[in-house]
């Protein structure tokens, strides 16, 4: 039987109706909207998308946004002058940085200059120890997404074998990190796999939720999935005809898994979501009232 296709981009749409009246909500209590800045440095055609739909995303949902773009150029004492006034902006709750940054620039030191009640990446070391300690603040938006998409979906990962393959510090370890938590919605027990892991066909089948963030095209075939299990498939890849495909083989895997996100339309929006909400949950933070 063919899998229960999760549809992010659905499920985004009902999340950002309900940040929108939390937008709402914090403007009839404050007088101000909360408000997102992103920060692009240099002409990459994808990052300028990424940030264009981030900043129609904010509009969509009543927040503000400002967009701080500088040249190819700019020096990293240029870009920590920027962050640090945006860090005293009273009006700026969130802060953006879009990765990846000029080779002059190194992102470890932008990515710690922000505020840590700013950093709505959830990126930042502040953050990233929070949820490693078990008090998370903003969780990082990727991962924030995969859990929703399961838990709206009622698929409760608690006791479940979760297995995510790849290790980044943008989604595999934060994703491990949220899963394996001893709270509600998480309790997983998580196994992590990247290049150098010995037969990995061998761990992906014991996985009942089976996560991959690797970034190779349709990777994962469907004799590394356990029948019915669960397969998040993070990667988005373009192939040379124009395609945009994940790191998953979906029309094999999907005949094996009992439930499968698709790309384009799975993972992707509800990252852009995630960011809204962390900015309006910035805001509230910041807030006096
Ligand atoms: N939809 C979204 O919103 C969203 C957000 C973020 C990323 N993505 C996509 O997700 C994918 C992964 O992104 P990322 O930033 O996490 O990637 P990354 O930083 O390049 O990390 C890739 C990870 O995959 C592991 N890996 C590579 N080849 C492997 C293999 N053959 N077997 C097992 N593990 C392997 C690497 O292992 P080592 O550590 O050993 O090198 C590394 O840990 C990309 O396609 C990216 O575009 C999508």
Redesign the pocket.
Known sequence: MSAKILEGKLLAQVMRAEIAARAESFFKKTGSRPGLAAVLVGDNPASQIYVRNKRIACKQSGLESSLHHLSNQTTQTQLLELVDKLNHEPAVHGILVQLPLPPQIQETAIVRAVSPLKDVDGFGPENLGLLAAGHPRYLPC?PA?IQQLLLRNGINPEGTHVVI????N???KPVALILMQKAQGANATVTV?????RD?ASVTRQADILIV????AQ?LKADMVRAEAVVID????RLADGRLVG?VDFEAVKEVASAITPVPGG??PM?ITMLLSNTVQAAENQSPF
């Open positions: 990727t997404g393959v790849g290790r980044s943008i989604v595999g796999c990247h290049s150098q892991s990995l963030a690797i970034g190779k990777f993070v990667g988005t890849n790191d993972v992707g990252t």
